[in-house]
T-cell receptor
């Protein structure tokens, strides 16, 4: 069965510091992987996705993630945090077939300290 | 392009009343999902449809909850009778065919049952 583990329910960084949000997955089939961001009082918004091809994926707002099959990881990074990055971040893996929903992690709340 | 549209954005009602949440998916998407989000339980999948047919409703918490999709451009989630523990943010999402397709979320309905 598919599953996602996000290490750290809450991560706090200083403005300008590196952002690293961890995601590990379990999948019985080659996975498609996604990161979503949720700002207060909004829905989940797609940040980036990995389907096939290049394992380093760039998304919106300067975020990127690298698919590492050997480590079953898809960590999200951003070189320099901005106050506007404060939000909840969700990692998700595709279901075990193209007909099933995404499986989401429990989310990581990112705080950015001035 | 119009995204997933949910209405109302906010709903406050008294216990025992019927509540109807509405969703218009992105045109051309053949999957529709209903989620509930609370602080305690996080993001929960309630039910999803494919081509207007309910595929999995195992996440629906009780018989008080029901969902319909009468056509490709409209879905409802109904709670009757409502209870205070139903207070949450309810999200609708839609997706095209294929596990590599991301789910697109609406802005949600914030439901408060007094």
């Amino acid at each position: 069965a598919q599953s996602v583990t996000q290490l750290g329910s809450h991560v706090s960084v200083s403005e300008g510091a590196l952002v690293l949000l961890r995601c590990n997955y379990s999948s019985s089939v080659p996975p498609y992987l996604f990161w979503y961001v949720q700002y207060p009082n909004q829905g989940l918004q797609l940040l980036l996705k990995y389907t096939t091809g290049a394992t380093l994926v760039k998304g919106i707002n300067g975020f990127e993630a690298e698919f590492k099959k050997s480590e079953t990881s898809f960590h999200l990074t951003k070189p320099s945090a901005h106050m506007s990055d404060a939000a909840e971040y969700f990692c998700a893996v595709s279901g075990n077939s193209g007909n099933t929903p995404l499986v989401f992690g429990k989310g990581t709340r990112l705080s950015v300290i001035a | 392009d119009a995204g997933v549209i949910q209405s109302p954005r906010h709903e406050v009602t008294e216990m025992g009343q019927e509540v109807t949440l509405r969703c218009k998916p992105i045109s051309g998407h053949d999957y529709l999902f209903w989620y509930r989000q609370t602080m305690m339980r996080g993001l929960e999948l309630l039910i999803y449809f494919n081509n207007n047919v309910p595929i999995d409703d195992s996440g629906m918490p009780e018989d008080r909850f029901s969902a319909k999709m009468p056509n490709a451009s409209f879905s409802t989630l109904k709670i009757q009778p409502s209870e205070p523990r139903d207070s949450a943010v309810y999200f609708c999402a839609s997706r095209g065919t294929g596990g590599n397709q991301p789910q697109h979320f609406g802005d949600g309905t914030r439901l408060s049952i007094l």
